[in-house]
């Protein structure tokens, strides 16, 4: 590994988007300013919660923690007459073709004694940062285009373009004897310099040292969250795996409270969700859970985002303009809506949020949709189709029933995505999949997606042929397969191993046709044989947390329908389990669990499938594979008797479906 130097906001975990911020570089240095940019091998790595700290190849051990608004760096020295650190507020995106971020304006002010400031506008957003750093007897000075400025307190650029645009920044030089430490604070605010000046004071003091503080309310607030779910049993490797999806899984979004550059009041801004279509199955119903309140605050924030620009956006970055995502999907963030609705989670005003949720549903795609019945990419159909039935169901609860019946109504217009002869959807576009991928879809009316495709037998033998169950393993592309080799692999029309969003709930359809049986099989194939503790421990992207988020879910034996409020409910990967939802405990418990081989990597190389026999909840018998998501954030206890052969239980009564 090599690095530059150590960029701010990053993205986490997405693929091909080229929105990677990587904002405000930091590089401390020996060299002059002409290596600003040299890439130096990174030794002896350290990378935690809060922290990450590695040594580049000049001698210099260099340590990163963050705080809600800051970050403060941390840098030793080896002995040099003209030692460095350098920040350089002109980068930004990846250095790849059409990957940079080019400045708009910008404005840069060395206020001497170790302070500056600046803002640079990114995509129409101007980022604020204020900065200190401790270094006695240093020079600080300005530099542009890799020189110097002797003398000069402020640049101003008025007018960037990519023809224009030379580095610039801030410089702070001198001797440093071996071993001296030099300390970096960094504020930022979206709302200018004072304000970014007033962050870094709130979080680090008044020009103290402060990265101890820092990283240790940073280590205290990370265990707090992750401490939030709780497993037993399982081998060690697994519960590293779990450990780690969880805090993958809470990384994104990321909120600036009142923050935004958009509209003046305070409140939560989320300024990056990448994107809903990533995160809206899995991390948000992880988040309702057990960070219910920061779920409102999500929420809160994409209604005002929908009250100023127009729509609720599948993605939001910190740009400003239209929403991006448009192509992945139709009306996702109704979802989320209905779900806390359903629970009674926060504060919202649902009257007005209503209004906003009934508008979004006519526009971009949805305006066809209204008109026509259907619309392409034929995805897009059974989006609005969705976020019809949500809608309408916070509708019904506010008392609207004409409208909530006017909502369903369109709601079953989700049949004209199908075709009746094939029991799959339509030809069609697809967003990074095929109608193989999205004909699998948990909608609302299981029930009647069943009976097009012909009844339960015939549904779990396109399930079964999906997932290629009993079906002769297939050759895998080599490292780097040409484009016969990958037609191949397309033509086969099979599960791609939960490296794309279409694939992450598909499993979980044999249980609306009566067999959570075999869900149990293709989940814990996938848990035992996708994931790891080394390189390649992820199937795919983990997509702002959303695949991470998947993985606890399986690992605990539920799984989250959003925008229904409801949990199906398997086999759990460890003997017992405790989600902590606000001041209540969630307990799964286990008879039967068992404990499987482990290969040389300490990971179980056996699919530890072990079928849920029975159940009970708070003492109840429990005869439907599923619970209510009121149950859940109620508290309680769901107990499992798990046996090596599959039993009735689960077959005979069906999660609810708005058919029947």
């Known amino acids: 590994m090599e690095a530059s130097g150590f960029t701010h906001f990053q993205q986490s975990g997405t693929g091909a988007i080229r929105k990677y911020y990587n904002y405000v570089r930091v ?3 020996v060299q002059s300013l002409d290596a600003l940019g040299q890439a130096w091998p990174l030794h002896d790595e350290v990378a935690e919660a809060g922290h990450y700290a590695a040594t580049l190849d000049t001698g210099i051990r260099c340590e990163i923690t963050v705080g809600a608004k800051v970050a403060v760096h941390r840098y030793t020295f080896p002995e040099h007459r003209s030692a460095r650190v350098v920040v350089d507020l002109s980068c930004g995106g990846l250095g790849i073709e059409h990957g940079r971020t080019v400045p708009l304006r910008a404005q840069v002010e060395s206020l001497g004694g170790g302070r500056a400031q600046g803002t640079v506008v990114l995509e129409g957003v101007p980022l604020s940062v204020y900065v200190e750093v401790g270094t006695p007897g240093w020079r600080q000075m300005l530099w542009h285009d890799r020189r110097l400025i002797e003398g000069g307190t402020r640049l101003d650029f008025d007018r960037i373009r990519h023809t224009t645009l030379r580095p610039f920044g801030l410089i702070f030089m001198g001797p440093a004897a071996a071993g001296q430490r030099v300390e970096v604070r960094i504020g930022f605010s979206l709302r200018g310099c004072e304000q970014a000046r007033e962050n870094l004071r ?9 990265f ?3 990283q240790a309310r940073t280590k205290a607030r990370w265990r707090e969250h992750v401490g939030r779910v709780e497993v037993e049993g399982g081998t060690p490797a697994r519960r590293e795996v779990f450990a780690t999806a969880l805090y993958h899984s809470l990384i994104k979004p990321c909120f600036a409270d009142d923050e935004s550059p958009f509209w003046p009041s305070s409140g939560p801004f989320a300024f990056d969700v990448c994107t809903m279509w990533d995160i809206y199955k899995t991390q948000l119903p992880l988040l309702t859970t057990i960070c219910p309140d920061r779920a409102v605050d999500l929420l809160e924030s994409l209604v005002r985002v929908c009250e100023e620009e127009g729509n609720f956006p599948i993605g939001y970055r910190m740009a400003r303009g239209a929403d991006r995502f448009f192509r992945q999907a139709s009306a996702l963030a109704h979802t989320a809506l209905a779900d806390a609705h359903a629970l009674g989670i926060g504060d919202l005003d649902w009257n007005w949020a209503l209004v906003h949720m009934v508008d979004d549903l006519r526009r971009m795609y949805g305006e066809d949709f ?5 619309v392409h990419p034929i995805s897009h159909t059974l989006d609005l189709a969705y976020a019809h039935h949500c809608t309408s169901g916070v509708a019904r609860a506010l008392n609207d029933k004409r409208l909530a019946d006017d909502l369903d109504a369109r709601s079953r217009w989700w049949r004209s995505a199908f075709d009746p002869t094939t029991g799959l959807l339509v030809d069609s576009s ?7 991928n999205y004909s699998f879809r948990l909608l609302h009316d299981m029930a009647g997606r069943i009976e097009l495709a012909g009844g339960d037998e015939a549904f779990v033998a396109m399930l079964d042929a999906f997932f290629g169950y009993g079906a002769r393993p297939v050759v895998q592309p080599g490292v780097r397969p040409d484009p016969v080799e990958m037609a191949a692999g397309y033509a086969l029309n099979r ?5 794309n969003e279409p694939d992450m709930e598909a499993p979980w359809s044999y249980h609306y046709a009566g067999r959570p049986d075999r869900t149990a099989e293709v989940v814990h194939a996938a848990l035992t044989w996708q994931f790891g503790t080394g390189p390649g421990g992820l199937p795919g992207n983990d997509d702002s947390g959303g695949l991470s988020s998947w993985y606890l879910w399986a690992s605990l034996g539920l799984f989250p329908v959003a925008g229904q409020s409801l949990f199906l409910v398997s086999a759990p990967a460890f003997e017992r389990a405790v989600l902590h939802v606000r001041d209540r405990e969630f307990v799964i418990e286990t008879s039967g669990h068992r404990e499987t081989p482990i290969s040389s990597d300490g990971l179980e190389r056996t699919p530890p499938t072990r079928y849920v026999r029975s159940a009970t909840l708070n003492g109840e018998p429990l005869g439907a594979a599923y619970l209510r998501a009121a149950d859940v954030h109620a508290g309680g206890r769901l107990r499992l008797e798990l046996g090596s052969e599959p039993s009735d239980w689960g077959r005979g009564v069906r999660p609810p479906s708005a058919g029947r």
Do not use: S
């Open 430 to 436: 697809f967003y990074e999949g095929g109608r193989w």
């Open 495 to 499: 599960f791609e191993g939960l490296n």
């Open 202 to 210: 709130r979080e680090c003091g008044e020009g103290r040292p402060a």
């Open 212 to 214: 101890t503080a820092v």
């Open 27 to 29: 590089t401390p240095m």
């Open 370 to 374: 209204f008109e026509h019945g259907v």
